[in-house]
């Protein structure tokens, strides 16, 4: 069992940043892979970035690509997600969650959810 606690969200102005947290809790937490995941009103829940469980590859969408970067500290059971230059679209709830297999990308590829935090960009 994995609990996913995330934090930092908050509202921003356009062209600022921010940086999210997700800390994890359990013994097994350093073997999952981790995404990030974003899902505005209306809209489907969509894949933003993911780490695999060394922290050795990376993916993100196109959207946000060259502007947010993920890592995780193991040691701290922590997953960041570093966003700059933000843009009013980038407006979300923004969720971590873990994964062991699957497809990345999909949210049904994970195992266990974070309750999200809310990122405003303002324009």
């Known amino acids: 069992q994995v609990q996913l606690v995330e934090s930092g969200g908050g509202l921003v102005q356009a062209g600022g940043s921010l940086r999210l947290s997700c800390a994890g809790s359990g013994r097994t937490f350093s073997r999952y892979a981790m995404g990030w995941f974003r899902q505005a009103p209306g809209k489907e829940r969509e894949f933003v970035a993911r780490?695999?469980?060394?922290?050795?590859?990376?993916s993100y969408a196109d959207s946000v690509k060259g502007r947010f970067t993920i890592s995780r500290d193991n040691a701290k059971n922590t997953v960041y997600l570093q966003m700059n230059s933000l843009k009013p679209e980038d407006t979300a709830v923004y969720y971590c969650a873990a994964h062991l297999s699957g497809n990345y990308y999909r949210p049904d590829g994970y195992d266990y959810w974070g309750q999200g935090t809310q990122v405003t960009v303002s324009s």
């Open positions: 780490v695999t469980w060394t922290g050795g590859i990376t």
